[in-house]
């Protein structure tokens, strides 16, 4: 039994192992596309092998953010300790281990400030239910043009606020999509993570005086549109049962739970 680094060696047992739950481990498929086994201060892989060298569990460190994703008989003592023992603490992590029902009772060095449980879904293209265009609003994906106004309508989003480098992260290597309305940004949506055949989307705000009106509705469609014309499927999480009826309204389809943690 080992905890090591992973390489560019190891990609094919990594991609096999996160692919067995996709939409739990777009976040770690993500990073490898657009980043790979770097081993950097941004970015770092860990995997735990058996005796008879096959790959258990895959740990992933993105900045202070932690993912993890392993089958039941793996080493989980010892890539708890990987978070305890790095030299910069903790802020996030991604609690969906699958072989586990938690990976906190192994993260003994952390006290968890909030825990969600947020439902999990999809959306095939055939489910897909588009909303009806307006004329009250212009949307459109937003290019690098229209950061100065995005970082201002990000910047006070309450749970989904964004720094100015966090809006212009999507614009680059993802997407970002926007609605606007008398000239004046009233909704958004955008992919956090996006791999050859998913996309995460995240992000999807409404400014107060706006809600109620559809208007995030319609940008998570036109989003949506975006991805499943170029095959991607789209995945979400949400919390509030407003968002749910917003998704499911659009064809996502439940497929499980997705835990947070906060430390």
Not at 247 to 263: I, M, P, Q
Request: net charge negative; proline share 5%.
């Amino acid at each position: 039994m080992m905890v090591r680094p992973l390489f560019e060696g190891d990609r094919s047992q990594v991609i096999r192992l996160l692919e067995q739950s996709p939409e739990h481990n777009l976040y770690m498929l993500g990073n490898l596309t657009s980043i790979g086994f770097s081993q950097s201060d941004l970015c770092q892989y860990w995997g735990d092998f058996s005796e008879q060298g096959r790959l258990r569990a895959v740990l992933n460190r993105y900045m202070v953010g932690w993912s993890i994703y392993g089958e039941s008989d793996a080493d989980w003592k010892a890539l708890g300790e990987m978070v305890d023992d790095y030299p910069t603490p903790a802020r996030r992590l991604q609690d969906n281990p699958i072989g586990i029902p938690s990976f906190l009772p192994y993260v003994v060095q952390y006290t968890p400030s909030k825990l969600s449980v947020q439902t999990l879904m999809s959306l095939e293209s055939y489910s897909f239910k588009p909303a009806k265009e307006r004329e009250d609003i212009t949307i459109r994906r937003a290019t690098m043009a229209d950061l100065p106004a995005l970082v201002d309508f990000y910047a006070d989003a309450e749970q989904m606020s964004r720094t100015a480098a966090g809006v212009e992260e999507p614009i680059q290597r993802t997407r970002l999509w926007f609605a606007e309305r008398n000239g004046q940004i009233c909704s958004a949506a955008l992919t956090n993570a996006e791999v050859e055949q998913m996309a995460m989307i995240g992000g999807v705000y409404s400014v107060p005086e706006r809600r109620g009106c559809g208007y995030s509705q319609a940008v998570c469609s036109a989003l949506c549109a975006d991805l499943l014309a170029e095959g991607k499927r789209p995945v979400l999480y949400w919390e509030t049962p407003a968002a749910g009826a917003v998704y499911r309204h659009l064809g996502f389809d439940e497929v499980g739970d997705w835990r947070s943690v906060r430390f």
